[in-house]
């Protein structure tokens, strides 16, 4: 039966490695989507992963177990064994078993089809409290209250509910898309007709594909009051700049809820630091759940939703509710809560946009590699444990090496980016560039990142803490002198949109790491998942400089 | 014109040709060993009572109840008596299983005066189907119907006790006188009317004749169906797919087997008194392969398998009487391909006399005494036997299994909880391949009939390649197994990572420094990635390689309290400066030699929480390596010989034909 060998390697630890030079690496790619996670991307092997949630997943979006089978025997390069088959099958069996319903008598119920489990289910501990009356074998009351924190239990104890008890309609407001010099792209309307139809769920895009959009066209679908909850103040803004310009939406009908204002109006947009904010034990203002009749709830960035919001959310479960993301996974792994209480996946962008988007070596990571004086070691040496890694980050020896490559690309847009105010205090007064650190005066920052985006100045120095990647685009050379850039994924995509060189240039990214040191450390983390990003990486010592070519 | 008939299963034998021996051979495989030499010979064998009991075990339901059926008739009855006393209306079907006791030597004579052979008469009891031999002065039909209208109901529950047999009873003064007038009790009024008669002072039976009316004539309750059930639930998958999973399953296992046995000195496990392996140290193999925590139980039975394939097939053996190292049988068994190691496999756990799934009830353990039994080989043969049956990609599942197994043997059936073992079976079956999805796979018609893996299935076996793809992100991966050198050379290089049909290893300094104290250096550690390499070296690796090199070895320490050399000013400072300088008795000799009065593996404990890379050297300064891998003695394997091939018994039945020429 088969021809040429597989593109796909399948692995017992339930890994899925890709070849991506593989003839069949693309259409493999689209037929293992729906249910694996990609986890790495490296230059030449991608690695996907197979997870309950990510079956789950793929049950929710209609996907059977068959399906999944089918594809990873068809695509797998050697014999898959029987018992992983076996294990996918039983997995995906296990979605859908629990229903929770809505009852002409009893209102709130959990159904199952399969006494067995819905007596599991019931003897459980973890469910004390949060079901009422057995009306049958095949059916259960639950309290209105706990229909979120049931899905929760239910998820944990591997039995995820599909939750088919359908949402209020809250308060009508009327939305309406106004495309006249822009058209909402097909995959965005899938993304709305998708969520739509799934009732509440997760929409994952890479960034930059129009989350925003798929958020505005989604509440135009509900024609209701909308709660947008975002990451922070700056993100807020965009957000209602992209509403007002893509809905028929006014100014009026807009409100900010975060640190400094407090409008609560038909579209209210709020910021997740001023929801989980707490005041003497409790959180002031959980009011916004409560203050209008939402129709929908936006949750942008969900892979970042704190705890907090997480409790409030389970609160929420009759209402619609669309998380926007460009990944799943969670550095805290609480991807199971997001499937429970925002609920299952139910788009992601193909292939080829996430490739367009930058999935594949957006930039060129170089580490410059420092040694230290000898007088700089001891003094290391000598430190306490916790000044180590702020001595060797900090290091004067290091001052040269970032001369020389700033001096290497004058004229081309450069940021320089620490995490020590003192060393970056006196890194700009060298360099002769202005700064940007946590006290600098929003007024000011505007107008410094509007002057670099005009290309007025083209060297600027941030501090880490400054939150500046938002949205300080085209930048064409970065270089990090201390601070781990960030731990994850989420972070090498900002990476990707902090450097966005125009034509065909490349843009570099520098790290100036400092030898034998903790420093050193850091940046393997980094040069680890850069490259699992599929960024390009080199390492040269700090002597080699001028050997790199110019731009 | 045929001759007289026989006179005796003897004279039977003597006009048989040389397919009914072989059939006789196949069907009692007991009577091969040790070969019989002339056909007398064999009738003596096989008219001792241990090889017709074994030959009764091995019938199926059918043949079982026909035998029964002929133990309850008088010697020398027909057919036709057979069939009425089964109430069986299929006449070939008892035609045929009369042929087949015939085949096995239980029967001889004309279909209208059989003989079932003594023992096996014998084997039955006193009351075959729970009959007594017929009356002396039976009852009519008639008389029997009166007796029990005229006894009444109260007798009843009396006769339900005893009408499906045994038909005797305990019972003080049985021969009392008793008239329908003067009887009190049920006892009485049915010994009165004949129902029961006195057997002797102590015991009362019941007469054939009104067992039989009561039992609607029939000698069993259920008659068991002439053919064996069906085994298929009438789904089927594609048998190629069913045959790849399989396969994949077969992989696996050897890779698990590979892992699990390079691995056990690392694992040290301690042997139990009883020569078992501890829950702990079972717990341990789990870890070590990563399996899957879904089903723990099953998670445990089959790392239990593993270590008991690995110690029946000699891969392993204990030293010390405690603990198991790798033989060096294992060096010569990774040399093999992968298809003929499974097929190695496959047999040993055919032929082991041990039920493996019991090593991992409550309180048994694996290698332990509790799993022996001498019937595991054959019942694995048996239903085997039952699999390859079916076509490839049937699904059969282990519920429909055990029910046809259990026609197949009743005799075991009512022993041992057939359908909890057959599922237990069935498991390892997935596990070594032989079935896939609940499906029969090629690999079962394969071990059923111990035969070579045919090329279509072989050429599903990967080759091992010796190419890895090192990627930036410092990972290499192997895109297929590895052979075994390439392996262990990438283990020592970096840590792994992932599992599975191919391998994922990450490189990092540690890993690294490991190579390096094994004796590598970055030259060879270069070398050895570029010619492993289809994509080259990548540069952060390169990078990796040197600066750990140049880290390597800068700092070396040797026993003499202890001493630490190291040119390296910093380190010295830092040393000195460390607050466990003191106790560790650390001080300069010279700029560049620090000595302590301390071991040196506590010095160099303090040097690796301090990061540092130190080397150490022996007494004549050379760089110590990483010691050689040991190796336990060889273990012999004995299993216990399987029943003869076809080929055997078609030899021995040659010779047998020729004895009477």
């Not at chain 2, 890379?613 to 299993?639: F, H, I, K």
């Amino acid at each position: 039966m088969r021809g040429e060998p597989g593109p796909l390697v399948v692995q017992s630890d339930r890994t899925l490695l890709l070849e991506v030079d593989h003839p069949l690496a693309d259409e493999c790619r689209l037929a293992i989507a729906p249910f694996a996670e990609l986890e790495r991307a490296p230059e030449h092997i991608h690695t996907y992963r197979l997870t309950p949630l990510g079956l789950w997943n793929a049950r929710a979006a209609g996907h059977d177990a068959e399906q999944v089978v089918d594809v990873l025997l068809t695509y797998s390069r050697y014999p898959v064994p029987s018992s992983l088959l076996v294990d996918v099958a039983e997995t995906m069996d296990r979605y859908g078993r629990l229903r929770i319903e809505k009852h002409p008598v009893h209102g709130l119920v959990l159904v199952s089809s399969d006494p067995a489990v819905l007596t599991e289910v019931v003897l459980a501990k973890q469910v004390a409290g949060m079901l009422g009356q057995v009306i049958d074998a095949e059916t259960v009351v639950v309290h209105p209250s706990e229909r979120g924190h049931l899905k929760q239990v239910l998820l944990k104890l591997g039995w995820p509910a599909e939750d088919l008890a359908g949402y209020v309609n809250g308060e009508r407001h009327a939305i309406e898309l106004e495309q006249d010099d822009w058209t909402l792209r097909t995959y965005q309307q899938q993304a709305v007709d998708s969520f739509w139809q799934g009732g509440s769920g997760v929409v994952v895009l890479p960034c930059g594909a129009g989350k925003t959009i798929v958020g505005a066209a989604s509440m135009a679908r509900a024609g209701a009051t909308t709660l947008i909850l975002v990451t922070n103040t700056v993100s807020a803004r965009q957000w209602r700049d992209e509403l007002l310009r893509r809905t028929s939406l006014t100014p009026d009908e807009i409100g900010e809820y975060s640190g400094a204002r407090k409008e609560i109006r038909p579209v209210t947009i709020a910021t997740y630091q001023v929801i989980t904010t707490k005041r003497n034990g409790v959180h002031p203002h959980l009011e916004l759940f409560s203050a209008r009749d939402w129709g929908l709830v936006v949750y942008d960035e969900v892979h970042l939703l704190p705890a907090p919001v997480f409790r409030m959310t389970a609160d929420l479960q009759a209402r619609r509710r669309l998380g926007l993301t460009a990944t799943l996974v969670r550095e805290d792994g609480h991807e199971g809560d997001v499937f429970s209480l925002i609920g299952p996946k139910r788009f992601d962008a193909p292939w080829k946009d996430l490739e367009n988007q930058g999935w594949i070596a957006p930039a060129e990571c170089i580490e410059v590699r420092v040694t230290l004086r000898d007088d700089e070691r001891l003094a290391y040496a000598m430190a306490d444990a916790d000044m180590k890694y702020r001595l060797a980050a900090t290091a004067e020896t290091k001052q040269r090496a970032i001369l020389e490559l700033v001096e290497r690309h004058r004229g081309t847009p450069t940021l320089v980016i620490g995490q020590y105010v003192d060393q970056l205090d006196e890194l700009a007064e060298q360099l002769g560039a202005p700064l940007i650190k946590g006290s600098t005066p929003t007024p000011r920052r505007e107008e410094l990142y509007a002057a670099f985006r005009s290309g007025e100045i083209d060297l600027l120095v941030v501090s880490k803490v400054a939150n500046f990647s938002i949205d300080l685009p085209t930048a064409e050379v970065a270089i990090q002198v201390s601070g781990a850039f960030g731990s994850r994924q989420e972070e090498a995509q900002r990476l990707g949109r902090l450097l966005r060189p125009s034509g065909d240039k490349t843009a570099r990214f520098y790290a100036v790491v400092s030898r034998d040191t903790s420093d050193a450390d850091f940046a393997q983390h980094r040069q680890r998942f850069l490259a699992e990003q599929g960024y390009s990486y080199r390492i040269i010592d700090s002597e080699d400089i001028d050997q790199l070519d110019r731009q | 014109m045929s001759p007289a008939a026989p006179r005796s299963l003897a004279e039977t034998l003597r006009r048989w040709k040389a397919g009914d021996f072989a059939a006789l051979l196949q069907a009692r495989p007991d009577l091969c060993t040790p070969p019989p030499r002339t056909v007398a010979d064999l009738v003596t064998r096989m008219s001792t009572g241990g090889s017709t009991l074994h030959a009764l075990h091995r019938l199926n339901a059918w043949q079982h109840v026909v035998a029964e059926a002929l133990a309850a008739l008088p010697d020398g009855a027909t057919r036709k008596d057979v069939a009425t006393l089964l109430g069986a209306t299929d006449e070939l079907a008892v035609r045929r299983g009369i042929a087949d006791l015939r085949a096995r030597g239980l029967v001889w004579g004309a279909e209208g005066s059989l003989h079932l052979v003594a023992q096996a008469r014998t084997a039955f009891g006193p009351w075959p189907g729970g009959l007594p031999e017929e009356s002396a002065h039976p009852l009519t039909e008639r008389q029997i119907g009166a007796a029990l209208q005229a006894a009444g109901e109260t007798v009843r529950p009396l006769l339900d006790q005893l009408v499906w047999g045994p038909p005797t009873g305990r019972v003080r003064n049985a021969d009392r006188q008793v008239t329908p007038e003067s009887a009190n009790t049920p006892m009485e009024v049915a010994l009165a009317y004949g129902l029961l008669r006195p057997l002797d002072p102590d015991t009362v039976v019941m007469p054939r004749e009104v067992a039989l009316h009561l039992r609607g004539h029939r000698l069993v309750r259920t008659l068991p169906a002439p053919t064996a059930p069906d085994l298929g639930t009438g789904h089927r998958r594609r048998a190629d797919l069913i045959d790849r999973a399989g396969v994949g399953a077969a992989i696996t296992v050897l890779r698990d087997i590979e892992q699990l046995v390079s691995s056990i000195d690392d694992l040290d496990v301690r042997l139990l008194r009883d020569g078992g392996l501890g829950a702990k140290d079972l717990n341990a193999v789990v870890t070590l392969l990563r399996l899957p925590g879904v089903h723990p139980e099953r998670s445990q039975a089959y790392a239990a398998l593993l270590v008991e394939l690995a110690w029946a097939a000699g891969l392993v053996n204990q030293v010390n009487a405690e603990t198991l190292l790798p033989t060096a049988a294992f060096d010569q068994w990774l040399e093999r391909p992968a298809v003929e190691r499974w097929s190695g496999l496959v047999r040993t756990w055919i032929a082991t006399p041990r039920w493996f799934a019991w090593s991992v009830r409550p309180k048994a353990h694996a290698l332990g005494p509790d799993a022996d039994w001498r019937g595991a080989v054959d019942l694995r043969h048996g239903l085997l036997a039952v699999c390859a049956e079916v076509e490839p990609g049937t699904v059969v599942g282990a519920e429909a299994l055990g029910r046809a197994y259990a026609w197949h043997r009743p005799a075991l059936a009512s022993q041992l909880d057939l359908a909890e073992m057959t599922a237990q079976w069935w498991e390892e079956a997935a596990a070594l391949g032989l079935q896939a999805l609940d499906a029969v796979t090629g690999l079962m018609v394969v071990a059923a009939a111990d035969a070579e893996v045919p090329a279509v299935l072989a050429e599903e076996f990967p080759e091992p390649i010796d190419e890895l793809i090192l990627q930036s992100d410092l990972t290499a991966v192997a895109p297929g197994p590895l052979a075994h050198e390439v392996g262990r050379t990438i283990r020592l290089l970096a840590a792994q990572e992932s599992r599975g049909a191919g391998g994922v290893f990450r490189f990092s300094a540690a890993s690294l420094r490991r190579a390096f104290d094994a004796g590598w250096n970055a030259d060879r550690v270069l070398a050895w990635l570029a010619e492993h390499s289809s994509t080259g070296v990548p540069q952060p690796l390169e990078y990796l390689v040197g600066d750990v090199a140049r880290r390597h070895g800068r700092i070396r320490v040797g026993t003499v309290g202890s001493w630490i050399q190291t040119d390296d000013d910093a380190v010295v400072s830092q040393l000195l400066a460390h607050p466990e300088a003191g106790p560790l008795g650390l001080r300069r000799l010279a700029p560049s030699v620090i000595v302590a009065d301390a071991e040196a593996d506590e010095v160099v404990g303090l040097l690796h929480r301090l990061g540092l890379s130190p080397a150490a050297e022996d007494s004549a300064g050379r760089l110590v390596t990483a010691p050689t891998r040991p190796r336990a003695r060889p273990r012999p394997v004995e299993l216990p010989p399987g029943p003869p091939g076809p080929e055997a018994i078609a030899e021995l039945a040659e010779e047998l034909a020729g004895s009477l020429s």
